[in-house]
Every structure is written in C-alpha cells, then in structure tokens.
C-alpha cells in the first residue's frame, strides 16, 4: 500500500525556521512527481512547492526550499522566516504523472501535518 507521511511540523515564533519531511512507502518510484501543498480551513488548498520544476509560489520565494532524496524518496520542504500567514496544515503530494502548482490533481497524498506560527 502506498502511503506518504510527513513530519516535522509544529509550532515555531515568527522568523523561526521548520523543516518538513515527507516519506514515501509502499513501492514509489523516484520518477513520481512530488510536492507540498497547504490547506488553511475555510480556504481552497494551494500550492507551496514542486520539486521536479524547483517551482514555488510567489509567497514562499527566497523563504521556502524544496528538495528530494531520490534514492529514499524522501522529500523535504525547509521553511525558514516564517510568518504567522504561513500557519496552515502542510501536504506531501506524489503522482505518477506531472502536476503544477495550479493544475492537476496529484494521486497520492500524505495525512498533513500542522505548522503554527505565533508569537
């Protein structure tokens, strides 16, 4: 059974850092695509980064690195000057065929995990 699992979030002061990894298990293949997404609630979810393209939205430019360990597949998403607005449930997202940040809808995703930024 697939599965993605991400961990490393939490609750972290403005300008904090956090990193979130995602681990695929049950027989991913390193050329899946892969990416995070956020939710918050009451909002629709949005693209944050993918790393086949190294894209980003706008927002998470010059704060957010996206990177892969293909090998293991692994994927990570290293936030660094965070900021209260980037409070939300993050997703790891994998699919067998391409997806944007806007366009597409990835077949597989992890179970979130939760980023708080507050003072």
């Known amino acids: 059974q697939k599965r993605l699992v991400e961990s490393g979030g939490g609750s972290v002061q403005p300008g904090g850092s956090l990193r979130l990894t995602c681990t695929a298990t049950g027989n991913f293949y390193s050329d899946h695509c892969m990416g995070w997404f956020r939710r918050v609630p009451g909002k629709e979810r949005e693209g944050v980064a993918i790393?086949?393209?190294?894209s980003y939205a706008d927002s998470y430019k010059g704060r957010f690195t996206i990177s892969q360990d293909k090998a293991k597949i692994i994927l990570y998403l290293q936030m660094n000057s965070l900021k209260p607005e980037d409070t939300a449930t993050y997703y790891c997202a994998a699919s067998p065929y391409p997806f944007t940040l806007v366009s597409g809808t990835p077949k597989y995703w992890g179970q979130g995990t939760q980023v708080t930024v507050s003072s």
């Open positions: 790393v086949d393209t190294t």
